[in-house]
């Protein structure tokens, strides 16, 4: 069975840093190009970024509003990957779901609050 | 960027009786490789996103025939031939043929 685990969310001040992780299990994962995606509160799904297999180069790309700011990376040792949240906005604030590459499998999320 | 729009943003459909869902997109989804990269989720309430469409039509493991999906280039559609309570939920498109990947609005699905 195919498993998403993120872990890190938590309430942060503007400004501050964060890493998120994004357990997975069940399939393999040093193969997957993986993805994170938020959602604000009462709001839609907005994608934030992908990292490719490190067989593919392991490269990342950013939505516009996060690059600069957020860093996707992956262990392939550890079956994990992670997103590490600097310069922290407020509008920063939602939770955060790790996906496969197309969606076909979501983690549960974890909820990141921005707030002074 | 790919913009997607989502049309209605709302409906409330009672038990038994079809919906239909449009996503239509700035950029043609088709790409060079001949696959058409257009997705459908729900979102039921307090849970994430499941796949219920890949490229345009076909359904994901264990997703019920009431659910099909149709269009092309830029125009695409999610029926639900019969709806069900458990249909509840919001829906979302998503693109994956151009970078940055994007989401339609969502459209909220109410049973009555």
């Known amino acids: 069975e195919v498993q998403l685990v993120e872990s890190g969310g938590g309430l942060v001040r503007p400004g501050g840093s964060l890493r998120l992780s994004c357990a997975a299990s069940?399939?393999?994962?040093?193969?997957?190009?993986m993805s994170w995606v938020r959602q604000a509160p009462g709001k839609g799904l907005e994608w934030v970024g992908r990292?490719?297999?490190?067989?593919?180069?392991?490269?990342?790309y950013y939505a516009a509003p996060v690059k600069g700011r957020f860093t996707i990376s992956r262990d392939d040792s550890k079956d994990t990957m992670y997103l590490q949240l600097n310069s922290l906005r407020i509008e920063d604030t939602a939770v955060y779901y790790c996906?496969?590459?197309?969606?076909?499998?979501w983690g549960q999320g974890t909820l990141v609050t921005v707030s002074s | 960027d790919v913009v997607l729009t989502q049309t209605p943003l709302a409906l409330s459909v009672t038990p038994g009786q079809p919906a239909s869902i449009s996503c239509k997109s700035t950029?043609?989804?088709?790409?060079?490789?001949?696959?058409?990269?257009l997705y459908w989720y729900l979102q039921k309430p307090g849970q994430s996103p499941q796949l219920l469409i890949y490229?345009?039509?076909n359904r994901f493991s264990g997703v019920s025939d009431r659910f099909s999906g149709s269009g092309s280039g830029t125009d695409f559609t999610l029926k639900i031939s019969r709806v069900e309570p458990e249909d509840a939920g919001v829906y979302h498109c998503?693109?994956?043929?151009?970078?940055?990947?994007?989401f339609g609005q969502g459209t909220k699905l109410e049973i009555k």
């Open positions: 996906t496969t590459i197309q969606g076909d499998y």
């Open positions: 069940g399939f393999t994962f040093k193969n997957a190009w």
């Open positions: 990292i490719k297999s490190e067989t593919d180069g392991g490269t990342t």
């Open positions: 950029q043609s989804l088709l790409h060079r490789d001949g696959k058409t990269y």
């Open positions: 490229e345009v039509s």
């Open positions: 998503m693109q994956s043929v151009q970078l940055p990947r994007s």
